[in-house]
T-cell receptor, first 114, second 114 residues
Framework: DTEVTQTPKHLVMGMTNKKSLKCEQH?????MYWYKQKAKKPPELMFV???????INESVPSRFSPECPNSSLLNLHLHALQPEDSALYLC?????????????FGEGSRLTVL | AQSVTQLDSQVPVFEEAPVELRCNYS??????LFWYVQYPNQGLQLLLK??????LVKGINGFEAEFNKSQTSFHLRKPSVHISDTAEYFC????????????FGTGTQLKVEL
C-alpha cells in the first residue's frame, strides 16, 4: 500500500467556520508534511512532523493548526481563514526526515474560503 | 539555501515528438534531485529521482533525466510523448542533510497536441 489518503477532497467554508483536513498513510512512514499550493504555483511547505512531533513550521499563521495524533494520521485544523487561504492543501509522507527527500503525496484537499 | 529554476513555463509539443523540460539548480552542498508530475486536480507523483551513482536516471512512463553537476542541471526527457503526458511537471531539490526539505521549481506545463 503506497497511498496517502486525504479527506475531504473539496471543502467550502466561511471565514468564521472551523473545519479540519485529514491525512492518513499506512506505509510505516515516520515523517508527514503539509504543503499549500495556489493555482499555477509550486507547492509551498507549511509543516513537517517527525515521529509525531512538529519539527518545522514555516512561519504559518496560527489560523492553521496542525496535529499528529499518531504516526499514521495528520490533521490540519482551520479557523478564521481568509479568502486568500483558498488553495490545494497537499499532505505528504516519507520514511523519515533524514533520508533522501522522496515524498509520497496525497491527491490534496481543495479548500475554498468564502 | 538551494533554489530551482525551470525556465520554460509552457512547452507545447506534438504527439510522438521528443521533449525536454529544463531544470537548473543552485546549492552549495550535495543535492538530491527529483521530477514530479501533477495531472489536473491531482496530487504530485514522483517520476524519477537522482540520489547518487549513475547520472542518467530512468523513471516511470518512459521519462529519463540526466544529472550534470558541472552545469548544475537535471533536464527531463522523453523520446516520444503521448497525449496522456499533458500535465504540470515540477523539478525539486533537497540538500543532503537538509531534512527532506524539498524546494520546488515553478513548474512547466507540458501540452501534447495531436
Amino acid at each position: 500500500d503506497t497511498e496517502v489518503t486525504q479527506t475531504p477532497k473539496h471543502l467550502v467554508m466561511g471565514m468564521t467556520n472551523k473545519k479540519s483536513l485529514k491525512c492518513e498513510q499506512h506505509m510505516g512512514h515516520r515523517a508527514m508534511y503539509w504543503y499549500k499550493q495556489k493555482a499555477k504555483k509550486p507547492p509551498e511547505l507549511m509543516f513537517v512532523y517527525s515521529y509525531e512531533k512538529l519539527s518545522i513550521n514555516e512561519s504559518v499563521p496560527s489560523r492553521f493548526s496542525p496535529e499528529c495524533p499518531n504516526s499514521s494520521l495528520l490533521n490540519l485544523h482551520l479557523h478564521a481563514l481568509q479568502p486568500e487561504d483558498s488553495a490545494l492543501y497537499l499532505c505528504a509522507s516519507s520514511q523519515g526526515v533524514s533520508d533522501t527527500g522522496e515524498l509520497f503525496f496525497g491527491e490534496g484537499s481543495r479548500l475554498t474560503v468564502l | 539555501a538551494q533554489s530551482v529554476t525551470q525556465l520554460d513555463s509552457q512547452v507545447p509539443v506534438f504527439e510522438e515528438a521528443p521533449v525536454e523540460l529544463r531544470c537548473n539548480y543552485s546549492s552549495s552542498v550535495s543535492v538530491y534531485l527529483f521530477w514530479y508530475v501533477q495531472y489536473p486536480n491531482q496530487g504530485l507523483q514522483l517520476l524519477l529521482k537522482y540520489l547518487s551513482g549513475s547520472t542518467l536516471v530512468k523513471g516511470i512512463n518512459g521519462f529519463e533525466a540526466e544529472f550534470n553537476k558541472s552545469q548544475t542541471s537535471f533536464h527531463l526527457r522523453k523520446p516520444s510523448v503521448h497525449i496522456s503526458d499533458t500535465a504540470e511537471y515540477f523539478c525539486a531539490v533537497s540538500e543532503s542533510g537538509g531534512g527532506n526539505k524539498l524546494t520546488f521549481g515553478t513548474g512547466t506545463q507540458l501540452k501534447v497536441e495531436l
